[in-house]
């Protein structure tokens, strides 16, 4: 590939990040809470890791588990918080109704809290009624520069031929967007992804050798920085 793969990882706090980025990773998604999979993580920890690295940072805009947008006032004053209070540029975020439709209202006012800010679709397409639809609905939207996903809700191995099919796509209306590989992804799937252009990588667990109880180990990001520099 002409460019450097882009290199994601979970961060819970400033040791994570430190790590995060003495690894090799080019950005990180800051949340808390992952038995919920991941929410909205305080002012006070954004601002930390803000100050301790000096990588791209991606917030979760998310108030609890599942993909019901919830309090959307509240969720616009969090997105205002965390970029005034922060310094916080980038976010991620994702809404479905309950027949797994995208909530486009909740994106709509929520984003457009971001102010023009960048920010990612999360998985929340891995849950969609009709994912093609929803790329489409948000091809236009200010800011929505990526979206997460293992092309299935089942993880990579399930949504592997989805990411694919998708990367072929690339450049089509609603599919202009940078597609960012995460959920089950192994080290083992780089090869496959890479070479239909896929050029986004997001990982957690991977990055977590004692598992979620654990920090982020340095050396476990430069092993996935290796392979993804090595084609």
Do not use: N
């Not at 929340?124 to 520069?145: E, N, Q, S, V, Y």
């Not at 089942?154 to 967007?177: K, M, S, W």
């Amino acid at each position: 590939m002409s460019k450097r793969a882009v290199l994601e990882v979970i961060a819970l706090d400033v040791e994570d990040a430190v790590a995060a980025q003495a690894g090799g990773a080019d950005r990180l998604e800051l949340v808390t809470d992952m038995a919920a999979d991941g929410l909205t993580p305080s002012t006070g920890t954004v601002a930390a890791i803000r100050a301790a690295v000096d990588i791209d940072l991606r917030v979760m805009l998310r108030l609890a588990d599942g993909f019901a947008a919830g309090d959307i006032d509240r969720l616009a004053e969090l997105a205002g918080e965390l970029r005034e209070t922060a310094g916080a540029t980038q976010f991620v975020l994702g809404f479905l109704g309950a027949d797994g439709d995208l909530d486009v209202d909740a994106v709509e006012r929520v984003a457009g809290a971001l102010d023009g800010c960048r920010w990612t679709f999360h998985r929340a397409i891995d849950r969609a009624a009709d994912r093609d639809a929803l790329r489409k609905r948000l091809a236009d939207f200010p800011g929505l520069d990526t979206y997460l996903t293992a092309g299935a809700a089942d993880g990579v191995d399930e949504g592997l031929a989805t990411l694919i099919a998708e990367a072929e796509r690339h450049g089509e209306h609603g599919y202009e967007q940078q597609l960012l590989v995460g959920g089950g992804l192994r080290l083992d799937h780089v090869p496959t992804l890479l070479e239909a252009g896929i050029d986004g990588f997001h990982i957690g667990g991977a990055a977590r050798p004692e598992g979620w109880d654990g920090p982020v180990s340095a050396e476990s990001v430069a092993q996935w920085r290796a392979v993804l520099d090595a084609k």
